[in-house]
């Protein structure tokens, strides 16, 4: 990273920043991480009328702090000869919105880690695995129902369900789904073979390779 004419101020904050972000994402985990991005993109937007765009920060929260949690831990795994990769992406990765190709394109690459680490770690005793949920089903998606159900002249959340599962959606993943999928992919049922699949898809219930 080059210096600015600010004697590498500038640079010596981005650091501090990264380093921050960095820690966040080891203490709390990529979802605080992420919340913490939203809210200060919402600070500087209301503070100073600066708009730092949501794809500023979706490669930083999808890929590039999948890989350096991997490059921190996956040493002393490979040194135990044991240990277990596992990265939730989406199956955006494969079938993208129109409205988040950013989004898409990061889980996308995040599948592609996942994949090139599963051949690189072969024989070591160190699996790489990731799952591809659907749309997960979470108390934010209430409020899309909601709207849903707005739209088709109904003011009942359950219709607005009912009607985006039958016409729009057809199945959402619950958060047990993607946390028993974790507890299988972390197991000692998982064994360190080159040709397992290395993508799981838990909106059709069915593994990919």
Known sequence: MAETQTNGLEVLETREWLDSLDY???????ERAGRLLQQLSLHAKRAAGV?????????????IAAVRLVHAFTPAMKERGWGRLIQVSSRTAISPHANLPTYGAAKA???NVTLSLSKELAGTGVTS????????YTPQLNKWFIETAQRQGSDD????KQYALKNIIHQTVGRLDIAAAVCFLASPLIHD?????HRWRLDTYRVER
């Open 193 to 197: 073979r080159h040709d397992f699949p």
């Open 51 to 63: 708009n730092l765009p949501f794809t500023a920060t979706t490669p930083y929260q999808n890929t």
């Open 24 to 30: 966040v994402l080891a203490e709390g985990g990529p």
């Open 157 to 160: 959340p359950e219709f607005g």
């Open 129 to 136: 695995n990731g799952i591809m949920p659907g749309l997960i």
């Open 109 to 111: 690459a995040l599948n």
